[in-house]
């Protein structure tokens, strides 16, 4: 009896779900692409917890764990060009949920991006992060362009002034010569704390040092939200969860008191920025995310209290919303593409020499104090050109879904020619990066080349071209692209420029190890990554750079 009660619904389970498979097996044999069917899709929710538990299943034979991979939002990473290169560039998920098209097609992708009212965001990835506020990354259609307009504003170059000043002067304080040699993970911890503290500064406009505890607190800014962001997956699953604080064990306990914490600080922040919104001058221009945010929301207000009809303002929850939003999404991308930059960079001492070529021609490390962004910024391109090759290899993107609203028609490559297949609502369209950057259409896709982005423009000068042919789009493309991609790309900048115009980074050799072993080490530690919010490597500790003083210091 008790048997039969236990297996009942499972077996109930089982049967809907290879029904509702079959079903849309049969859907995605129209499309006449190769179709990889899945038990399970990385948009059931559920499986999210579980899926640890199934890792086993990569090690059965005969393939018969292939699908495992697939499983997971972040699968691009693992597999990298591997399932385009066997089945080309269009293929379909198909799983008992869902049926998803994969492409990395160029054509298919510039129409999916440019068209974001036909293509919304889909509903499964959208509403993760809305745990403080619905914001610009949850919203689709008229929504999101009320949050985008006032988010927009906040992008100014203003803020890209303080973002280059406040790079450079964080990594001035970083001690290279104390702590030369870094394992990979040291070094991800090193930019995560400083992408967070440009963050804190440009984002919050907070002036009191990040490790501080004001009153009325019981965490420091830096320690909720690194927490929170530490644990993002787990905030998103247990964050509603009514429990009283004795039944839960210790992490959970320490995540309500982060959430807590966090959105206070938003609180107040929000409060001291509308404050000032109101006494500071019109023409004073703001100097933080938030301070960018609020007057332009405060402007909107205004003019909305004279205008009929719905708002176009932002509530308080929504200014959270994307306030958090703005560090999930700004913080473990940069750091993240600097934790294999560096990397990068000291196993191509030649293309080190070329970026130092550069640096000692136009940088100075008092470029920060004296404010020369504007000036100086611009003519670091072989700097820039190495954050997109960085992005080019390890795109911290995972599979990014859209879902049409009605039937459209999407562009496909197959061996006889282009020809379209028609998408209707309730199947996605999955862009998968990780094929297009790693394409045989790039000449030599595996090898790290920041040379291929830089042209010489007709007055002989040196300027950043995407090649022609292959598909590039680390922020995507259209009018949903990264609103924080020249915040990311002034940091990033500013960050390099910074440590090469006083430091050489060589590969860490352990005792005996030479060059060429220390090396091909690196680049296989380098190879093994993971999604979590951003691309991860498997195991940091394996290797590790060193930052040798430059002669001319
Ligand atoms: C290397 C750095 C970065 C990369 C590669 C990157 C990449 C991306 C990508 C691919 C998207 C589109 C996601 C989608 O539509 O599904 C996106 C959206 C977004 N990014 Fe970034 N990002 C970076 C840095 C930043 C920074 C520094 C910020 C803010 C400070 C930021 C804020 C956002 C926001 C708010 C969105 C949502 C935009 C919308 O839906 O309208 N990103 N980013």
């Not at 927490?227 to 039944?247: C, E, G, R, W, Y």
Request: glycine share 6%; proline share 7%.
């Amino acid at each position: 009896m008790y048997l039969y009660l236990t297996f009942a619904p499972l077996a109930v389970f089982a049967a809907f779900r290879s029904y509702h498979l079959i079903l849309n097996y049969l859907a995605a044999r129209k499309f006449g692409v190769p179709i990889i069917v899945l038990p399970v899709s990385f948009e059931d929710l559920w499986w999210m917890p579980l899926r640890p538990l199934f890792a086993w299943v990569e090690k059965l034979p005969f393939g018969l764990g292939d699908w495992y991979v697939y499983t997971t939002m972040g699968w691009g990473h693992e597999d990298g060009h591997k399932t385009t290169g066997r089945l080309g560039e269009t293929f379909v998920l198909c799983s008992p949920s869902v049926n998803q098209v994969v492409t990395s097609y160029g054509p298919a992708l510039d129409k999916v991006f440019k068209n974001n009212k036909n293509w919304p965001h889909a509903e499964s990835q959208s509403q993760l992060f809305a745990f403080y506020g619905q914001n610009l990354s949850s919203t689709n259609g008229e929504e999101w362009k009320r949050h985008r307009k006032i988010t927009a504003s906040a992008f100014n170059e203003k803020t890209m002034h303080a973002v280059w000043k406040d790079s450079i002067l964080n990594t001035m304080a970083i001690d290279f010569i104390g702590e030369s040699a870094r394992t990979l993970g040291r070094i991800r911890s090193t930019f995560d704390v400083l992408a967070m503290q440009v963050l804190a500064s440009v984002g919050f406009g907070q002036e009191m040092p990040l490790t501080t505890i004001p009153p009325g607190h019981q965490e420091s800014l830096m320690d909720s939200l690194g927490f929170i962001l530490q644990h993002v997956m787990l905030t998103l699953l247990f964050n509603s969860l009514k429990a009283p604080d004795i039944l839960l064990p210790g992490m959970l306990r320490r995540l309500k008191v982060s959430v807590a914490e966090f959105r206070l600080y938003m609180k107040e922040a929000v409060l001291r920025h509308m404050q000032s919104a109101h006494t500071k001058t019109e023409k004073s221009r703001p100097t933080s995310l938030l301070e960018a945010m609020v007057k332009a929301n405060e402007m909107e207000k205004q003019q909305s209290e004279t205008a009929v009809g719905k708002p176009s303002y932002l509530t308080e929850s929504e200014l959270y919303g994307n306030l958090f939003v703005f560090n999930l999404a700004g913080y473990e991308t940069t750091a993240g593409t600097m934790t294999f930059a560096l990397p990068f960079l000291a196993a191509h001492p030649d293309i080190q020499d070329w970026v130092i070529e550069e640096i000692d021609r136009y940088y100075s490390p008092k470029a920060a104090v004296e404010n020369e962004y504007v000036e100086i910024y611009p003519k670091l391109v072989r700097c820039l050109s190495t954050m997109y090759e960085t992005l080019r290899l390890s795109s911290p993107a995972p599979l990014l879904l859209r879902d049409p609203l009605t039937p459209q028609e999407l562009p496909i490559s197959t061996s006889t020619g282009p020809r379209t297949i028609t998408v209707n609502p309730g199947t996605s369209v999955s862009a998968h990066y990780w094929g297009a950057h790693l394409s045989p259409r790039w000449t030599d896709p595996k090898t790290f080349n920041p040379k291929r982005f830089v042209a010489i423009s007709s007055s002989g000068e040196e300027t950043l071209e995407i090649p022609e042919g292959p598909v590039y789009g680390p922020w995507i493309s259209g009018p949903r692209v990264c609103p924080g991609k020249k915040f990311s790309q002034v940091e990033f900048v500013a960050v390099v420029a910074q440590i090469l115009s006083r430091y050489c980074i060589e590969v860490q050799k352990v005792a005996g190890e030479s060059e060429e072993a220390a090396r091909t080490k690196l680049f296989g530690v380098l190879d093994k990554k993971y999604f979590n919010i951003s691309t991860h490597l498997v195991s940091p500790e394996d290797a590790g750079i060193t930052f040798v003083r430059r002669a001319k210091d």
